[in-house]
């Protein structure tokens, strides 16, 4: 099972939450801040798990020994899994991929800002993955369909932001206070140690 | 109306949408917190207006606030407004906020009820989806209950889209709403063989969480995964799959064996290393689980080991780190094959990465060796030096420590190395574990009475070295340190070369500085020292020492008296006055150290940790009963006599109690005396033990002489590397010493056999440095001997422990949508989904009527049986060749799920066959064989048989049989009771003695009917030439998955048994309890040895979980016959047969108790009928109380109400009443099962007769 999911930048900002077990909002608050603090501190180059360590409290917040952080670390984000034994640690560095990767194809070179503007869809894109902490589909492609199908739905009705919304802000774009790096997967070499297709 | 859409429109223009709102935060860097709570303004005015979408615009940006940490819960009605718009745009934020922020707590959930459900049933799957997808974050047990039914059937919808997303859910809705595991089961199961492989993925995702908890009840789906493992293609599916055989396999070991040639396959052929992974440490789980007789066992190790190898070896830290992971599962069980590579692990302790250096020095605890321990240390204490950053560090020590202590010092081969590590340890700065380091020490002086020299006068040195450890005192952890060492000079003092010195340094100044507790222990060891001191000096001519000693004490404690902490100043004033006053007679010449000794005289011995825990409640206690009736609320005069006469009755039994306790606590005492009189390792009292003291090889050890100017350091202690030196010198000059020895024994033996190795030597040869005893820890005399791991009472998974196999009993259907709750719908009206629990209904209520026709046959045939039966009483010959049959039919039968044992076979089968297609057999016996066995009962003289022998046969042939064996019968027959009657008088006395078994004497014939034969509940286990066992199982109230199996061991021949071993093969219901650290497959040994004819007892706990139904366990004795010129192993093999009679316990009830529970409603019904029975009806109670463990409650002519209690805690009230040779019992019990199981067998035992 996952028990969360957390996606934050370098500096700790979260960009998407999502508990499948219930927190008060502090306590998820703290549950990133203590994540970030444990990630942000490993090098690029050391292993992409974190469990069980006894000194640190994040395990005890998140629920016991039997959990571990699975993590990786894309650019200016961090990609945070906290799962139970029951994972595949390996499975779930995959998942994490195939995650970024469907990001990257439904936002076409997916960067922060991109997490930044449009949180709801990269929800609605992790629902097509991950369901109530268990995985669902680990097909991109069957990811990616279902995403653009129900994208098309929400266009048939008209969408939330209806056009008069959408001109003013073309308007507020213009001042864009920074440009992030864009996170282009293409780019950046990732290893992934099992890269045979799901 | 239009005009209000248009001005709504025009509206949104100005209002923010989610992307605004997240600009507008960045731009407000400085007072964010300012800004969001204007747009939370905001958005609370725009959740007032009507339109839906600007409501979905508002919760939308709430979902992202929620984010950033801010609660929203406020908004919850809205977001559910939002979730039932028609809308999926706005119907998707709905259900995403919802998830974000609603939980069980929330109490506008139970609104969404038939939301949801519309939203379930919607014609759009995504609306579907949506609904679904939310759901699995909030779903609460209401929710659960209300709509298991919906999402059950959207698992075979057409889109497999939602039949996935609903598979997964189901998970979630087990958890909540347990009741709804059984009835969704079956169709779970067929998902695992749906065409679409994502649903198949999320079936075996939901099922695989479910077997993790609770693996036992997923066993039988073993084949259909085993299946789904060969033929599936998908990593995912494979590694989940694989995973769930890893948590299978302990329970059934040959599940492992079957396992391993197809993961040996995988792990050659697969190229994702995830797979890999997997599969290795299901191989590993698998080696765990089966016992060492595997054939290619070593090579599956071996392919472990080495593709492990090859990860850590490899660059990338993930692999490197996940092959310690699982090197250090294969360590647990095979420590030789991972030590050859400890070169490799030796390695990573020098990685960058430190979650890999954990990792290492994990696996460096399970592979030190009496041979390696010191070489290992020396390491670490290398890598301790060069770790930088404290966390790490501390983590090394605790490994170090963990490492030297484990198994109870058991690697320790000299422990003035060890106490010199500890010391060397003390250096470490800024450490918090200075408190681990002390208990250490306290625990090695106060365990290893050897090493206590050389503790103290470390310990000395430590002390008169304080000022280094205390640098910076206060928050420096180690001088906990201090502590210890104060504690062990001054407990130990007898041994202190120079105990003044040691004093002097106790009673610095600057300890004033001391954390408070640890200044206490410095005051009163003082004291004991002081002691020490004056008994060394006393008798000597010129008291002047002494003196001093007093002096000095007057003049430094009170520094102490002024203390802060008031346990330093309270002792330090006491013992100042004591001193005083010893100085005072010091003075008068009077000798007063015999006295002053006299305060500290006695040892203190170790008391095992959970010693209070396992103190058994004493019989008749009450912890939660009131000492004092609290105060009542009210102050009516009415209630005031009541609650005396409450308060007096308790007191007055308490009194009782207590008497009888000091006695037994006496007793107790006496015995434990006794014990420790005769155990070894136990330290007395007595001061001889302390003085006599030698310590061999402490004098040759320099304590090497203190060096203040090197600082930082405490002097003197880089010893430990001195020892290695020293006990490769002393392993070398043993081993030559044995060479030589050998070389001796050779030249005897020459041209006998070769000496097999020379080479290296093993861990036995390694003789500690000392004669060494380490004290084990006192345990309450009756203390409990098991461990029960605590399990987490909240855990929502025990819930769904349940058993699957089980068909479905009417009231288990899944509660369906109706108009009206209280009017129940006929199932017609249902939608079809419901056809499938119906199915199981009718299929239930029909095998109900299968069962009671069987009954009723099996009651005719029974009579037919008993005329021609007659006088004949007992047919051991018969029986057992019927018990051949009944043994399988009685489980067959007496149980209603018939599909357990069916499916319990096919795994079986499944199991024990080569590759046969799973599904296609069919073992099991067909289910309308009667049980004629039953009238005959399970005669106790009945011999272990195979149980393959056992092949159903047909009644009317069994009939023949039995006529034919007649005649011989009669011939033994007289022979036979000769001998039953000799074993009774044998074992009589082990008899429990229940109800009125006055009548248990074999000579009764003043009756008019035949006397009532002797009564036993020993029953024959198994026999040969050799041994004769037979056994009785009780039960215990107050452990309620215990029985004790008594087996009482006769040696039958002229030579003596020893080593006599009981095993028995466990099932997945019961099991023989072992001690800690055996393995599954470990036999008991049997605590005595028999001489030639003579008996004794032994008693083997065994754990059951269900109770309801009875079991045979098949086991084997194995022992050594040793005669005076030869000796040879032997076997034999039995079948333990759990009734259920054997889980009750006979427990007194009265009346108004009994009629109370009747009433209660609780219990199901069920009757009897016995014909022919001539025997007086007190004699037939008497045999139902003592063989079946009932009591009488009340007796009214030829009727009779009795009682009995399963372990469990399960009613069995009977209502016996005689007429004419027929007995009618009427029964009730909260367990039908178990009911319908204890009639049987009640049943037998008067076909017996």
């Keep these: 099972m996952i028990k969360a999911i957390l996606i934050f930048n370098n500096h700790g900002k979260p960009r998407l939450i999502r508990f499948y077990q219930y927190f008060a909002e502090d306590m998820q608050q703290q549950i990133i801040r203590e994540t970030f603090h444990l990630v942000s501190k490993r090098d690029d180059n050391v292993c992409n798990f974190l469990e069980g360590e006894v000194f640190h409290p994040i395990f005890s917040l998140i629920g016991g020994s039997d959990y571990k952080l699975i993590y990786r670390h894309y650019a200016t984000l961090y990609f945070v899994f906290c799962v139970d034994s029951s994972e595949s640690e390996l499975g779930i560095l995959d998942l994490i991929q195939v995650f970024v990767e469907t990001l990257d194809k439904c936002f076409e070179n997916v960067c922060e800002l991109d997490l930044i503007f449009h949180m709801d869809k990269v929800h609605y894109i992790l629902q097509e993955v991950v369901m109530g902490g268990m995985v669902l589909e680990t097909n991109m492609n069957e990811i990616v369909a279902q995403v653009e199908l129900q994208n098309r739905m929400e266009k048939s009705e008209g969408g939330l932001s209806a056009a008069p919304a959408r001109a003013v802000s073309a308007v507020k774009n213009m001042n864009l206070p920074e440009i992030p790096r864009n996170i282009n997967i293409g780019d950046i070499n990732i290893k992934v140690p099992s890269l045979s297709p799901f | ?1249």
């Design chain 2, 1 to 1249: 109306m239009a005009l209000k859409i248009v001005k709504g429109s025009i509206d949104r223009m100005f209002d923010k949408n989610l992307q605004d709102l997240v600009r507008g935060i960045r731009n407000h860097k400085e007072d964010e917190a300012k800004y969001i709570s204007t747009c939370i303004d905001e958005i609370k005015q725009e959740l007032k207006q009507d339109n839906i979408a600007v409501k979905a615009n508002a919760v939308c940006k709430l979902t992202y606030l929620q984010m950033l940490g801010y609660d929203v819960s406020w908004a919850a009605f809205n977001i559910v407004e939002v979730m039932s718009s028609s809308k999926f745009t706005y119907k998707r934020i709905g259900y995403l906020a919802a998830s974000q922020c609603f939980h069980e707590s929330t109490d506008v959930i139970m609104l969404t009820t038939n939301q949801i459900r519309k939203d379930l049933s919607s014609p759009n799957q995504y609306d579907t989806g949506v609904a679904l997808t939310g759901l699995s974050c909030f779903v609460t047990p209401d929710l659960a209950r209300d709509l298991a039914n919906d999402i059950m059937t959207l698992m075979s919808h057409t889109k497999p889209y939602i039949r996935k997303k609903a598979v997964l859910i189901m998970y979630k809705v087990f958890l909540k709403y347990p009741e709804s595991l059984r009835p969704a089961f079956p169709r779970l199961k067929e998902k695992l063989e749906d065409p679409d492989p994502g649903v198949q993925s999320a079936a075996v995702n939901v099922i695989c969480e479910l077997a993790r908890r609770n693996p036992k009840n997923y066993l039988s789906l073993a084949p259909l995964f085993f299946k789904l493992m060969t033929s599936s293609t998908n990593n995912w599916v494979l590694i989940k799959i694989i995973k769930l055989f890893g948590a299978l396999t302990p329970l059934e070991p040959r599940l492992g064996k079957k396992l391993i040639e197809p993961l040996t396959n995988l792990i050659h052929s697969t190229s994702a290393m995830s797979l890999l992974y997997e599969c290795v440490n299901t191989v590993i789980a698998v080696l765990i689980s089966l016992s060492s007789g595997m054939p290619n066992h070593s090579a599956s190790i071996q392919l472990c080991v080495q593709k492990l190898r090859i990860l850590i070896e490899d660059s990338d830290q993930n692999l490197k780190y996940l092959g310690l992971l699982a090197m250090s599962k294969i360590l647990k069980t095979h420590p030789k094959s991972v030590q050859s590579h400890k070169d490799l692990i030796l390695q990573c302790l020098d990685d960058k990465d430190e979650s890999i250096r954990l990792r290492a020095l994990d696996l460096l605890y399970g592979m030190v060796s009496k041979k390696n321990l010191m070489e290992i240390v020396k390491k670490l204490m290398l890598h301790v030096d060069k770790a930088e950053g404290t966390t790490y560090r501390d983590e090394l020590l605790t490994k170090i420590i963990d490492i030297c202590s484990q198994s109870n010092y058991q690697y320790i081969t000299n422990f003035e190395w060890y106490i010199s590590i500890l010391v060397e340890l003390t250096r470490l700065e800024g450490t918090r574990h200075g408190h681990l380091i002390a208990s250490q020490m306290l625990d090695v002086a106060i365990r290893v009475k050897a090493i206590r020299g050389f503790a103290v006068a470390q310990m000395a040195t430590l002390l008169d070295n304080a000022h280094l450890l205390t640098g910076n005192t206060q928050r420096n952890g180690i001088c906990e340190v201090l502590y210890a060492a104060a504690w062990i000079c001054g407990e130990f003092s007898e041994h202190l070369e120079d105990p003044m010195q040691t004093l002097e340094a106790m009673l610095r100044p600057k300890v004033a500085t001391l954390p408070g507790h640890i200044q206490a222990v410095y005051v009163q060891n003082a004291a004991k020292l002081f002691a020490t001191v004056l008994q060394k000096h006393e008798g000597e001519s010129d008291s002047q020492v002494a003196q001093e000693t007093s002096q000095l004490l007057i003049d430094r404690l009170p520094l102490f008296v002024q203390s802060a902490n008031l346990e330093v100043q309270e002792r330090a004033s006491c013992i100042l006055q004591l001193v005083k006053y010893i100085q005072k007679l010091q003075q008068k010449n009077v000798e007063v150290a015999e006295e002053v000794t006299a305060l500290f005289a006695g040892e203190l011995n170790p008391v095992a940790p959970k010693a209070q825990k396992k103190v058994p409640i004493p019989q008749g206690l009450d912890l939660d009963a009131w000492i004092n009736e609290p105060p009542s609320e009210s102050e009516s005069e009415d209630e005031k006599p009541k609650a005396v006469f409450a308060k007096e009755e308790p007191k007055h039994s308490r009194t009782k109690h207590t008497e009888v306790d000091e006695k037994e606590l006496a007793r107790r005492r006496e015995v434990r005396k006794q014990e420790q009189a005769n155990n070894p390792f136990y330290i007395k009292a007595s001061p001889s033990s302390q003085k006599v003291y030698d310590a061999p090889g402490v004098e040759h050890i320099p304590v090497v002489q203190i060096d203040l100017s090197v600082p930082l350091k405490v002097p003197g202690m880089p010893m430990s590397d001195q020892y290695v030196k020293l006990e490769e010198e002393r392993r070398q000059k043993a081993k030559a010493e044995r060479k030589k020895k050998e070389k001796k024994k050779k030249r005897e033996k020459r041209g006998k056999e070769r000496k097999a190795d020379s080479g290296p030597e093993s861990e036995e040869d390694i003789a500690p440095a000392h004669q060494v005893d380490i004290v084990t820890e006192e345990m309450p005399e009756n203390a409990l001997p098991s461990d029960d791991d605590d399990k987490d009472p909240n855990d929502p998974h025990k819930a769904l422990d349940i058993d699957l196999d089980k068909p479905l009993a009417d009231n288990e259907k899944l509660p369906v949508r109706t108009h009206r709750p209280e009017v129940l719908k006929s199932p017609a009206d249902d939608r079809d989904s419901e056809s499938f629990p119906l199915e199981t209904k009718k299929k239930s209520s029909k095998e109900k009527k299968e069962k009671k026709d069987k009954d009723r046959k099996k009651s005719k045939e029974e009579k037919k049986k008993k005329k021609k039966q007659k006088e004949v009483e007992e047919e051991p010959l018969e029986s057992q060749l019927e018990e051949a049959v009944q043994s399988e039919e009685i489980q067959e039968v007496a149980s209603p799920p018939t599909s357990t044992s069916a499916e319990a076979s096919d795994l079986d089968f499944w199991l024990s066959t080569a590759p046969v297609p799973p599904a296609t057999q069919d073992v099991t016996a067909p289910p309308s064989v009667t049980t004629v066995s039953a009238s005959s009962a399970a005669a106790p003289d009945s011999e272990p048989e195979e149980p393959k022998e056992t092949e159903p046969e047909d009644t009317v042939s069994l009939q023949k049989l039995s006529k034919h064996k007649k005649k011989k019968q009669k011939k033994e027959k007289e022979e036979k009771e000769k001998k039953k009657k000799k074993r009774h008088h044998h074992h009589h006395h082990h008899s429990d003695g229940g109800g009125e078994d006055s009548v248990q004497n074999g000579t009764v014939e003043e009756e008019e009917e035949e006397p009532l034969p002797p009564m036993s509940n020993y029953s024959l286990l198994a026999e040969n030439t050799y041994i004769k066992m037979v056994y009785d199982i009780q039960g215990n109230h107050q452990d309620e998955s215990k029985v004790v199996v008594s087996v009482i061991f006769e040696n039958k021949s002229d030579s003596f048994l020893k080593s006599m071993e009981f095993n028995v093969l466990d099932s997945l219901n019961s099991k023989l309890q072992r001690p800690e650290g055996a393995g599954p497959h470990d036999g008991l040994t049997v605590p005595f040895q028999l001489p030639p004819g003579v008996s004794n007892e032994a008693r083997f706990v065994f754990s059951v979980q269900s109770i309801v139904m009875p079991q045979k366990l098949k086991g084997t004795l194995t022992f050594i016959v040793k005669s005076e010129d030869s000796s040879t192993h032997e076997k034999l093999d039995f079948r333990l047969h759990f009734t259920c009679t054997s889980y009750l316990i006979t427990t007194p009830c009265y009346s108004d108790a009994y009629a109370k529970l009747l009433e209660s409603g609780n219990l199901k019904g069920s009757s009897l009928r016995l014909e022919g029975i001539n025997m007086p009806f007190h004699h037939l109670l008497a045999r139902i109380c003592f063989h079946h463990h009932f009591s009488v409650v009340e007796r009214i002519d030829s009727c009779a109400s009795m009682y009995s209690r399963s372990i469990q805690g399960h009613h069995v009230c009977l209502l016996v009443k005689t007429a004419d040779q027929t007995v009618s019992i009427d029964a009730k019990c909260d367990e039908p099962s178990l009911l319908g199981n204890v009639l049987d067998e009640i049943k037998q035992t008067f076909s017996k007769c």
